[in-house]
Nanobody, 123 residues
Framework: QVQLVESGGGLVQAGGSLRLSCEASGSIFSINNMGWYRQAPGKQRELVATITSTGTTNAADSVKGRFTISKDNAKNTVYLQMNSLKPEDTAVYSC?????????????????WGHGTLVTVSS
């Protein structure tokens, strides 16, 4: 079984910074993409940023220049550094990953979600 556990959310004033962490644990053989998504109250979930196994990153236009995604392969952990936070960044931030698990001699890839961490930015 594979789990993603997020941490680092909280309350911050506009203009402030937070760093989110997401650690994957369990019977992991390999990890492909990892990413962060967010869902604000009354809105659909949206992509924030992703990072591939080779380190290629992608970010939503709304966070480019403010948010940075990175990872530590040795710790199976992905980070989201969020700077210059705005009230509109308030949302539940969830981690997502495509994780490979070994089944006999085969590797099966599973899409796994964390439970999310709340980020609240006050004006």
């Amino acid at each position: 079984q594979v789990q993603l556990v997020e941490s680092g959310g909280g309350l911050v004033q506009a203009g402030g910074s937070l760093r989110l962490s997401c650690e994957a644990s369990g019977s992991i053989f390999s990890i492909n993409n990892m990413g962060w998504y967010r869902q604000a109250p009354g809105k659909q979930r949206e992509l924030v940023a992703t990072i591939t196994s080779t380190g290629t990153t992608n970010a939503a236009d709304s966070v480019k220049g403010r948010f940075t995604i990175s990872k530590d392969n040795a710790k199976n952990t992905v980070y989201l550094q969020m700077n210059s936070l705005k009230p509109e960044d308030t949302a539940v931030y969830s981690c997502n990953s495509e994780v490979g698990v070994l089944l006999g001699i085969d590797v099966k890839y599973l899409e796994v979600w964390g439970h999310g961490t709340l980020v609240t930015v006050s004006s």
